[in-house]
Structures are given as C-alpha cells and as structure tokens.
C-alpha cells in the first residue's frame, strides 16, 4: 500500500464508501436539451435579504423557463450562525414570493428529491469520502497548525510584504511524511485537511461568466482548508462536491464568491469533475445621498424581505420589480403585456447588470400601483383584508363588517381607462379610505377641519347649507356637476375658471374654493378622487350629516 493510500485510511478509517459509490447513487439527470438545474442555497441564518430573494428568483426562472430543476439546498455547516427554525423561515419567506423548489429540504428535518440529503450537515460521509480519495492521490493532506501557528505566519509574511497564506514553503505540513503525521496524531492533536495545491499563480485561468463574461485568475495556488477539524467541509469543498453530485448546471450565487473561483477550477480539477456554468451576481445597490452603497441589513429595513410583507406589496409588485433589476426590458414587456403572469417572460443571464442593479423604492411602488390599479376591487378587497387580519385587525373588522361598502369604496375609479393609483402596498388602504368610515372621521375630525384660510367662518357656513338645497344623492355626474357649476355662479363664484383668470376680481372666487369646501366637510382632504362618486359611495344620509356638522363650525 502507498503512503498516501495508508494515510487516507488513517485518517479516515471509518469512510468504507467509494466515490464510484455515491457517483452512482446521484446519477447525470435525464432532462430536456439546455434545461437548467439550478439551486438556491442559503445558510439557515434566520434573515432573507432581497438579495436573497433576487437570487432565488434568478435560480427559480432559469429552472422552469427551461424545463430543468431547481433545488434547495441548506448550507449549515456553520453551526455557529445557525438560528432555530431557520430553514422553515427560509421556505415560508419564500414561498410568499411564489418561489417553489422542486427539490431539496421543505422543513427542518423534512425533504424531498433523489439526489439528498440537501442538508450539507448530513453529508459528512460523501464529503470525507471524497476527501479520503484526494488524500489517497496525494492531493490532500492534513494540517495541525493551530491558531498560533498561523498568525505567525501571516505576521511573516506581512513583514516580507509577501501573499498571505498557506502555500508553497509556508505550507509547514505540506511535506510532512507519514511518520511525522503519525506522530503529530499521537499526540491527539486536531486537524484539517488542505488540498495540495498544484496550481501556479503565473499561469492562467478563465472563468466564463454567464453575466460579468470572460474573466482571467492567476491559478490557485493555496492549499486552503477543504475539511474542518469537526469533518465538516469548507464552503468550497461543500461547493464542488454537491453541486457536482446533485447535477447542477448553473450556479448562481453573489459575486463575493468571485475570488474563490480559482479554487474552485482546481477542486474540479482535482476530483475530476466538469465545472458548472457560473452566474455571479452584483449586490443590491441603493443610493445613499449623492453615493451608491449595497442593501444593508443593518441600516436598511427594506433589505429584509420580511419588509414586503409587513408594509403589504403584492407578490407580483416584488416580483415585477425583481424581474426588472435582473432584466431592464422587462419593463417593457410587460407594458405589451400588462395581464399576462411574468413567469411567461424569459429571463437572459446575458443582460444582467453587471456593476450591480441599483434598488429603488420609489420605483417599486410605482411598478406596484400600476399592478393594483388594474386590480377589480373585489381583489384588493380580498388582498387587503389577509393582510390587515396579519397587520392591521382593527381595520380589518371594520372592512368585513362593512364589506359592501368597502368594496364600493376600492371600486371608485377602478376598471376605468385611467384608473387612480393611489395605493401602492395594502398598508396604503386604510390611510386612503380612512374619511369614509364614520369613527375614522370623526377620530380625524376631532381637531377641526383642514379648511382654507382664507375663507371666513360665515362663508364657510353659507356654501355648505346652501349645498344641502341642491344636493341630490340621484343626479349622474353631468347633472350633478351642472348643479355644482350654477351654484357658484349664484354665490358669485366663477364656474369657469378661463373667465375667472381673465377677471379675477369681478369674483368672490372660483369653483374651486366651492368644490374644496364641500370636499373638505365630507372628507377632510384637499384632494380626492371624484367627489362624484365619493359622494355616491357614502351615501346621501352620511352626505346631509357630514355637511349639516360642518357647517356647524
Ligand atoms: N451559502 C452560500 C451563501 O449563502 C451559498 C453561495 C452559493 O450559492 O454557492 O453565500
């Protein structure tokens, strides 16, 4: 037996399994021409970054819109930064987002799929399995240096003014023979195990990315940790192992990873392996004054998708926005194709942003109110009463107890050519119908009216009891708008207001100030939709009292 094989069962005396074994059990994917398996694979820390969900769209979309498989995958090999109930915040979180898997862990301690377990923590024996192979053909090795030891190195090597790291003659156990291993194990010291780097950084290497394109690396040549001393893997290690074993073809994963790429086109290498296509993706951006910097989770609450669902964006408002950041034409799509769902757009990986996609609020609430204004009002009656029930329980009692009304109410100005698009998010709804229900009002009200100042007390009095003469809770808008008009002009009020700009002083004032006044005794704002159809939602008593207390004032 060779050294290295007699090493490889030192120190892994109990992997009996060959990597043939496992090559085998998780065999290539029958799946059409050009599908994409995909696989999103966060670790369970407990937090989903729109990033995040960004990610997992781009990993879902290039699955399904190819025919192709996209997985889950946790990575909890860091027990360290894992958080109870982790992995169903994850799915749930997801899944709001109508982001479903295929594959992969659907609970703690529940999955589905052939190609698992899709909790790295329990595949500790296929990682050392192939661990033991590298090992056995010299690529691998042992390593006993502890925490001391490095530093010193690095402290060296800083002085020096030389790369850091573990390579060439810094690498101490590198050389070691069998019998200084064997020694070194005697005396129970714990290890890792590094690969045995071929690489030489004077060569190199090209990574063809799916979105940044050609990029060139120095080779690897560091003998980084690919097993932990708990014989759990390095990200790395855990990279090139599953996604080789669980087929996947496109790795999709933020752009942080980019460095490591030279180590990972040598961990292939070294097991042989094909490598996937890679997709590395920018960071969220946002503007912070005059300067851009990524979506933070400590200072942005927007960062964590929880956000979304708190303040109430639709899905498709999240997911429409998502699908523009990945894909600027997107936008237009979407206007030639305002009712379709967005899983019929295709995604391109080649029209990415490539310096990263800048996430703006404003904008996905204007992409948001586009998407409610062509609701019926019957779904955002439905949509706003789920989430009030999570959110808002007082708003949502009083718009189930008045279900009729409220949907008259989210009616007005809907299904319309130019629908209003007041509401962006279901948090929206309540501050915008808040005048129609009576114990909102009065609650708003109680501090007076938002009345203009300009106008006496008596005015204010006369404009409104007069209005109660006229009003008729029948009259269409023509009418009604007729009556409005000769009711100004009977004040002294000028009911057009080309004639009132030409002479303003021949007038008390202009239909406006009359609108306003009445609009403000019924609503208390100074714009509104039509007051047409508010008025024909209230009702004619709510109508007559509004103005009859109003005009008490
Ligand atoms: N667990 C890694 C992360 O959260 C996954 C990166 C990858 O997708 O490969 O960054």
């Not at 192992?241 to 942080?256: A, F, I, P, Q, S």
């Not at 203009?452 to 008596?458: F, G, V």
Request: aromatic share 10%.
């Amino acid at each position: 037996m060779s050294d290295n094989k007699k090493l490889a069962e030192l120190l892994f005396p109990h992997i009996k399994r060959t990597p043939e074994e496992f090559e085998k059990m998780y065999p290539e994917r029958t799946l059409p021409d050009g599908a994409c398996v995909t696989r999103f694979a966060p670790s369970p820390t407990g937090f989903v970054h729109l990033g995040n969900l960004l990610v997992s769209l781009i990993d879902e979309r290039l699955a399904h819109q190819s025919g192709g498989v996209c997985y889950l995958r946790i990575e909890d090999t860091d027990k360290k930064r894992e958080v109870e109930n982790g992995i169903e915040g994850i799915i749930k979180a997801l899944e709001g987002f109508n982001i479903a898997f295929d594959e992969g862990a659907t609970g703690s301690n529940a999955e589905k799929g052939q190609y698992g377990s899709y909790k790295q923590s329990e595949r500790a024996e296929i990682y050392q399995t192939f661990v033991k192979k590298l090992v056995e053909e010299d690529y691998a090795y042992p390593c006993f240096c502890a925490e001391e030891e490095m530093s010193a190195i690095r402290a060296k090597q800083e002085e020096q003014k030389l790369t850091p790291g573990y390579y060439g003659e810094w690498a101490v156990h590198r050389g070691f023979t069998l019998e200084q291993i064997e020694a070194e194990l005697a005396k129970e010291k714990s290890f890792v195990v590094r690969l045995k780097s071929k690489g030489n950084p004077e060569n190199k290497i090209v990574l063809d990315d799916l979105i940044k394109g050609e990029i060139e690396f120095p080779e690897n040549n560091q003998d980084l940790v690919i097993l932990k001393t708990d014989g759990l893997p390095t990200y790395h290690f855990a990279h090139a192992v599953d996604d080789h074993l669980m087929r996947t073809t496109h790795v999709v994963r933020g752009d942080e990873w980019l460095s490591s790429v030279p180590l990972h086109f040598e961990l292939f290498k070294a097991l042989g392996w094909e490598r996937p296509n890679y997709v590395h993706i920018s960071p969220v951006m946002k503007m912070d004054g005059e300067s851009k910097r990524k979506l933070s989770k400590r200072k942005d609450p927007e960062a964590a998708v929880s956000y979304y669902h708190e303040q109430g964006y639709p899905v498709q408002s999240v997911r429409d926005y998502l699908l523009n950041l990945i894909n600027s034409n997107f936008e237009d799509w979407r206007r030639e194709n305002p009712d379709k769902p967005n899983t019929d757009f295709i995604i391109d990986t080649q029209r990415m942003s490539v310096s990263g996609s800048l996430f703006d609020m404003v904008k996905l609430t204007d992409v948001s109110k586009e998407i409610i204004s062509r609701m019926t009002a019957e779904e955002v009656y439905n949509l706003t009463l789920v989430w009030a029930e999570q959110y808002d329980k007082d708003f949502a009692k009083l718009i189930s107890d008045k279900e009729t009304y409220a949907k008259a109410i989210l009616g007005i100005e809907r299904g319309c050519e130019k629908p209003r698009k007041d509401i962006g998010k279901w948090s929206d709804v309540q501050p915008y119908a808040l005048y129609f229900f009576d114990e909102l009002f009065a609650a708003n009200t109680a501090g007076g009216y938002d009345l203009a100042e300009n106008m006496s007390k008596d005015e204010i009095k006369s404009i409104l009891t007069g209005y109660l003469d006229i009003y008729n809770a029948e009259d269409e808008h023509e009418e009604w708008f007729n009556k409005v008009k000769a009711y100004c002009d009977s004040l002294g009020y000028a009911s057009n207001m080309k004639d009132y700009k030409k002479n303003k002083e021949a007038y008390k004032g202009n239909i406006g100030d009359i609108m306003g006044t009445i609009r403000v005794a019924l609503t208390n704002r100074r714009s509104t939709p039509d007051m047409h159809q508010v008025m024909r939602v209230m009702g004619y008593d709510r109508v007559i009292e509004r103005l009859k207390k109003a005009a008490l004032i």
